[in-house]
């Protein structure tokens, strides 16, 4: 199966810029996505297609994908930021289809 | 507006079955995929499986083989994942949700369903 590696961990300062890496095979083959999970809630989309936000996500949100890692930044931290935030893939040739990454959990200072 | 909406909180003895349901609105129910995740109490996400809501077609991921089946009524508007022969280890969330397209990131999700297996 394909495997997604995530840093556990990613704390930043309010205002400073948090990356969170997402390692995979020759990840930048494929699209990825990005959902910010906040406890007790259901994940919401961020980033998708690499680099795409939904309607209503935050230009401080962004994404970018090349060779075996792809990135989420986040921009000028608010301390509503702080959640968990995991990568997904699609893989035909995996099982299961459809990956996600092991999750990072960002704390704001 | 898009909304998927659950069924409630489930508690199920080892051995036994549940059936999740997820009632999708404000959009075309047949023209979009659903996905089924779940998330055990502290871990990550874990993908199980698609529905194609139009034709009834699924694709389990292979741990669930065998144990996992999804199904839609049209008339309803509703997609079920049922999971039998149920362990401790299947005590989880479980989410449906919806992608953006075919094979496309998941923007829509429901609020998920608590499913505790106890003795």
């Known amino acids: 199966s394909y495997v997604l590696t995530q840093p556990p961990s990613v704390s930043v300062a309010p205002g400073q810029t948090a990356r969170i890496t997402c390692g995979g095979n020759?990840?930048?083959?494929?699209?990825v996505h990005w959902y910010q999970q906040k406890p007790g809630q259901a994940p919401v989309l961020v980033v998708y297609?690499?680099?795409d936000r939904p309607s209503g996500i935050p230009e401080r949100f962004s994404g970018s994908n090349s060779g075996n890692t792809a990135t989420l930044t986040i921009s000028r931290v608010e301390a509503g930021d702080e959640a968990d935030y995991y990568c997904q893939v699609w893989d035909s040739s995996s099982d299961p289809y459809y990956v996600f990454g092991t999750g990072t959990k960002v704390t704001v200072l | 507006q898009v909304q998927l909406v659950q069924s409630g909180a489930e508690v199920k003895k080892p051995g036994a079955s549940v059936k999740v349901s997820c009632k999708a609105s404000?959009?075309?129910?047949?023209?979009?995929?659903m996905h089924w995740v779940r998330q055990a109490p502290g871990q990550g996400l874990e993908w199980m499986g698609i529905?194609?809501?139009?034709?009834?077609?699924?694709s389990y991921a292979q741990k669930f083989q065998g144990r996992v089946t999804m199904t839609r009524d049209t008339s309803t508007s509703t997609v079920y994942m049922e999971l039998s022969s149920l362990r401790s280890e299947d005590t989880a969330v479980y989410y449906c949700a919806r992608p953006t397209h075919d094979y496309g990131a998941f923007d829509i999700w429901g609020q998920g369903t608590m499913v505790t297996v106890s003795s």
């Open positions: 020759n990840i930048g083959s494929k699209s």
């Open positions: 404000g959009y075309t129910f047949t023209s979009y995929y």
């Open positions: 529905i194609n809501p139009s034709g009834g077609s699924t």
């Open positions: 297609d690499d680099s």
